[in-house]
């Protein structure tokens, strides 16, 4: 029989006790791993009030543009007024060259007091001659000639009427003079232009009102209605600079673009609204008061897809939850039922209420019931403005302080590891006196 010797004896069973040892510990590691908190950050859901929104961009213009055409043509000899101006209804806004018109008025006048006393001559030949063929004195051949010619210039005289309100016409439209009261868009004619019929001497708008036409989807336009509170927005500005409401909606939609028209009415305008500027119309088609309101960054959105087998297509489902914080330690999953949405807030219809604390931060690494650890930071406090001249003595002190604190972190640094040697020491101690 062979005799293992007591060393190699010792040797073997601390060994298997330091295995043991290790394998005993190893799940105790993991569980403390599992049970490890992931830090998060929360906030109160509140009610609120939200509305379901339409967004769209237009140009504010004003309700009618009212284009001025010359009635008469010939040259501009002067311009009374320009890009910018005020006008009222029947202002000058430009002269015609009226010579040749005021001689045509001055020939239709002539020709209507020659045209007047034939009629008066030839009324009173008719009167006497019907007369005459009633005793029968005279034939009917000579009674025919004296009404055909009593009817000539009775219709020569009707035809000199015409002619000379004509001319006065053409006179007076030599002044180019603005329909309606409103304000000069465009002057597409200056002094020595030929002035013709077919061209748009100004553009006025009338200042009865502004109005804005914006063009929407399917989904959008038939949400829409008329009456509804619209507010404006200038691109740069985050307060609203007017507001109107929805006036008309074109009953169909454009077979190009497959978008519809509505126009909307200001009501209010701000100082910073002109005509053709480009606003951002917020049309509130839905308003829910006191709804639970979160902000989408909230959710977590999960994604199914769905395979259709007897149309052969794909589906995608797509459900949404937040999780709640329950004594600043547990996060449990919650389903949730969404509302309407606006921006970046969202009406929670179902799975959630008032007062309850949903993660915002974290939330994605997170599964149903996970510990959690709330963080809580200090407030953002800005730093005191320091002047020029002091900059660099400021400076000198923030590396005196680094250097000091960066000695602090290294004198305890030091003392943790003495105090860990001394604690493996001790370890080891008992571990030999055990052995033995």
């Given at each position: 029989?062979?005799?293992?010797?007591?060393?190699?004896?010792?040797?073997?069973?601390?060994?298997?006790?330091?295995?043991?040892?290790?394998?005993?510990?190893?799940?105790?590691?993991?569980?403390?791993?599992?049970?490890?908190?992931?830090?998060?950050?929360?906030?109160?859901?509140?009610?609120?009030?939200?509305?379901?929104?339409?967004?769209?961009?237009?140009?504010?213009?004003?309700?009618?543009?009212?284009?001025?055409?010359?009635?008469?043509?010939?040259?501009?000899?002067?311009?009374?007024?320009?890009?910018?101006?005020?006008?009222?209804?029947?202002?000058?806004?430009?002269?015609?060259?009226?010579?040749?018109?005021?001689?045509?008025?001055?020939?239709?006048?002539?020709?209507?007091?020659?045209?007047?006393?034939?009629?008066?001559?030839?009324?009173?030949?008719?009167?006497?001659?019907?007369?005459?063929?009633?005793?029968?004195?005279?034939?009917?051949?000579?009674?025919?000639?004296?009404?055909?010619?009593?009817?000539?210039?009775?219709?020569?005289?009707?035809?000199?009427?015409?002619?000379?309100?004509?001319?006065?016409?053409?006179?007076?439209?030599?002044?180019?003079?603005?329909?309606?009261?409103?304000?000069?868009?465009?002057?597409?004619?200056?002094?020595?232009?030929?002035?013709?019929?077919?061209?748009?001497?100004?553009?006025?708008?009338?200042?009865?009102?502004?109005?804005?036409?914006?063009?929407?989807?399917?989904?959008?336009?038939?949400?829409?209605?008329?009456?509804?509170?619209?507010?404006?927005?200038?691109?740069?500005?985050?307060?609203?600079?007017?507001?109107?409401?929805?006036?008309?909606?074109?009953?169909?939609?454009d077979p190009t673009t497959g978008l519809g028209e509505v126009v909307i009415s200001l009501t209010?305008?701000?100082?910073?609204?002109?005509?053709?500027?480009?606003?951002?119309?917020?049309?509130?088609?839905?308003?829910?008061?006191?709804?639970?309101?979160?902000?989408?960054?909230?959710?977590?959105?999960?994604?199914?897809?769905?395979?259709?087998?007897?149309?052969?297509?794909?589906?995608?489902?797509?459900?949404?939850?937040?999780?709640?914080?329950?004594?600043?330690?547990?996060?449990?999953?919650?389903?949730?039922?969404?509302?309407?949405?606006?921006?970046?807030?969202?009406?929670?219809?179902?799975?959630?209420?008032?007062?309850?604390?949903?993660?915002?931060?974290?939330?994605?690494?997170?599964?149903?019931?996970?510990?959690?650890?709330?963080?809580?930071?200090?407030?953002?406090?800005?730093?005191?403005?320091?002047?020029?001249?002091?900059?660099?003595?400021?400076?000198?002190?923030?590396?005196?302080?680094?250097?000091?604190?960066?000695?602090?972190?290294?004198?305890?640094?030091?003392?943790?590891?003495?105090?860990?040697?001394?604690?493996?020491?001790s370890t080891d101690t008992s571990s030999t006196n055990t052995n033995d």
């Amino acid at each position: 029989m062979k005799h293992i010797p007591l060393s190699i004896l010792l040797g073997s069973l601390i060994l298997l006790q330091a295995c043991g040892g290790s394998s005993e510990s190893r799940p105790f590691q993991r569980g403390e791993r599992g049970q490890q908190a992931t830090s998060v950050e929360t906030i109160t859901v509140e009610r609120e009030d939200i509305s379901r929104q339409i967004r769209s961009f237009g140009n504010i213009k004003a309700q009618d543009i009212v284009q001025v055409t010359p009635q008469v043509t010939n040259r501009i000899t002067q311009i009374y007024a320009d890009l910018g101006d005020t006008v009222n209804q029947g202002d000058r806004l430009a002269k015609i060259y009226d010579v040749p018109f005021e001689d045509q008025y001055q020939q239709a006048l002539a020709s209507l007091e020659q045209s007047r006393a034939a009629f008066q001559r030839d009324s009173l030949q008719f009167e006497r001659q019907k007369k005459l063929y009633e005793r029968d004195l005279i034939s009917s051949t000579e009674f025919d000639n004296v009404r055909a010619t009593y009817q000539n210039s009775k219709a020569q005289l009707q035809s000199s009427t015409a002619n000379l309100t004509q001319s006065r016409e053409n006179l007076e439209n030599t002044v180019i003079r603005s329909p309606v009261y409103g304000v000069v868009l465009n002057r597409s004619v200056a002094e020595g232009d030929l002035a013709s019929t077919g061209q748009v001497a100004y553009e006025i708008a009338n200042l009865t009102g502004y109005e804005t036409r914006v063009y929407l989807p399917l989904e959008e336009w038939q949400a829409a209605d008329v009456g509804q509170p619209v507010t404006f927005r200038l691109s740069n500005q985050r307060e609203s600079s007017a507001r109107g409401r929805v006036s008309r909606i074109s009953p169909r939609l454009d077979p190009t673009t497959g978008l519809g028209e509505v126009v909307i009415s200001l009501t209010e305008k701000g100082s910073s609204i002109f005509q053709g500027v480009l606003v951002e119309a917020v049309i509130n088609v839905e308003t829910r008061e006191q709804a639970v309101v979160i902000p989408r960054s909230a959710l977590v959105e999960n994604v199914q897809t769905l395979i259709e087998p007897e149309s052969n297509t794909i589906q995608l489902s797509r459900t949404y939850s937040v999780f709640v914080v329950q004594d600043d330690s547990v996060a449990l999953k919650r389903d949730l039922q969404l509302g309407i949405e606006q921006g970046d807030r969202v009406e929670i219809s179902s799975g959630l209420q008032a007062g309850d604390q949903i993660v915002v931060t974290g939330q994605n690494s997170l599964e149903d019931s996970s510990k959690v650890r709330v963080a809580t930071g200090s407030p953002f406090r800005e730093s005191p403005e320091v002047p020029i001249e002091n900059a660099e003595n400021l400076s000198r002190e923030g590396s005196r302080q680094q250097l000091q604190n960066a000695d602090d972190s290294t004198r305890q640094a030091r003392r943790e590891q003495r105090q860990q040697r001394r604690q493996n020491a001790s370890t080891d101690t008992s571990s030999t006196n055990t052995n033995d």
